[in-house]
């Protein structure tokens, strides 16, 4: 059965074509930074990358890392080897610009590129981290509490405003294993504000005991 043809969706492929044609030195580069865990652009502290890269527009940088991120991705997904999947992207680009490699070493180094920046340990741990906090049926988007006056009626034809109180609903967004953005919409009061105020506090001190024993643990080989 033939194997599926990579393409490389629309909005990754300047990004792409950027990493095919970076050079040694700036692959030097951004593979420091990206070792380190950096964000791409660089910040102004570190001067030294920054200028071995003054070269490129923030936007190029953007690109790259955005871009990088969604190869990890669909590298995980696909369960492909680095080197077969670098191949694949490079077919991918060439297809669309055959013009893009002009000799077999542009071809080649735009692979090496690829297979270079695959590699990357931390980048491949926080797309492990990405892919597993993923696979729940939902995944929170954003949160928002309204807060609303509403009114009281009474009197036999129910036109009778006697009470006005303040009513708070807790708006959760999520995505739902397919994507599909849902709201979901929960009435509160003021005691469940109290208390969900404490379950999030409560949450990020045992996350942050959680941490520092995950770290204890991996220095000492596990245990």
């Not at 729940?136 to 109180?165: H, N, Q, W, Y």
Request: aromatic share 6%.
């Amino acid at each position: 059965m033939a194997s599926t043809q990579l393409s490389i969706p629309p909005r990754y492929r300047s990004g792409a074509e950027l990493i095919a044609l970076l050079s040694p030195s700036e692959m030097e580069f951004i593979r420091k930074i990206l070792a380190d865990g950096e964000d791409l652009p660089v910040s102004d502290s570190r001067k030294d990358i920054s200028k071995a890269l003054e070269s490129m527009s923030t936007a190029s940088l953007k690109r790259i890392f955005v871009t990088l991120k969604s190869l990890y991705a669909a590298r995980t997904r696909g369960s492909h080897s680095v080197e077969k999947f670098a191949r694949e992207v490079v077919r991918d680009l060439r297809r669309r610009k055959p013009d893009m490699f002009s000799s077999p070493d542009g071809w080649a180094g735009a692979i090496r590129n690829f297979e270079s920046l695959l590699q990357i340990e931390a980048l491949d741990i926080a797309n492990r981290e990405r892919h597993i906090r993923a696979a729940d049926e939902k995944r929170f988007c954003e949160a928002e509490v309204l807060v609303e006056l509403r009114p009281v009626f009474t009197g036999e034809s129910g036109d009778e405003l006697r009470r006005l109180f303040v009513a708070y609903r807790l708006k959760l967004g999520f995505h739902t294993h397919r994507d599909a953005h849902e709201d979901l919409y929960i009435s509160l009061d003021l005691d469940d504000i109290q208390a969900l105020r404490e379950s999030l506090n409560q949450a990020e001190l045992q996350g942050d005991v959680l941490q520092k024993q995950a770290k204890k643990m991996l220095r000492n080989g596990g245990r």
